[in-house]
């Protein structure tokens, strides 16, 4: 069985930074691309970032691009997101999935092309 388990979120500050955290089990984690979403009540799940299955290339949307990093440790089946300078845009549940394919090749960015899911974790922004 398949298991993404987010942690990590919580309530900061606008301009303060959290680190995300997504634990895989029941896959062979370095076998697949991995991605970080994000969805508000009002909004479609939106794409964040990417990662190849080995950590060598990343890829980001506009809105986080410069202040968020993706990264894994394929020892510890462990993907993680840093955020820094984070705006109260920013508040959403976050989520991370592992996608069909080894590279975030095509439309990285579209949930469909992602697989399994994790439950999610909450990120708030106070201004």
């Known amino acids: 069985q398949v298991q993404l388990v987010e942690s990590g979120g919580g309530l900061v500050q606008a301009g303060g930074s959290l680190r995300l955290s997504c634990t895989v089990s029941?896959?062979?984690?370095?076998?697949?691309?991995m991605g970080w979403f994000r969805q508000t009540p009002e909004n479609e799940r939106e794409g964040l970032s990417c990662i190849d299955w080995d950590g060598n290339s990343a890829n980001y949307t506009d809105p986080v691009k410069g202040r968020f990093t993706i990264s894994r440790d394929n020892a510890k089946n462990t993907l993680y997101l840093q955020m820094t300078g984070l705006k109260s845009e920013d508040t959403a549940m976050y989520y991370c999935?592992?996608?069909?394919?080894?590279?975030?090749?095509?439309?990285?960015?579209?949930?469909?092309?992602?697989?399994?899911w994790g439950q999610g974790t909450q990120v708030t922004v106070s201004s």
């Open positions: 029941g896959l062979t984690f370095d076998d697949y691309a």
């Open positions: 999935a592992a996608r069909s394919y080894s590279f975030c090749s095509g439309a990285w960015w579209s949930a469909p092309t992602f697989t399994s």
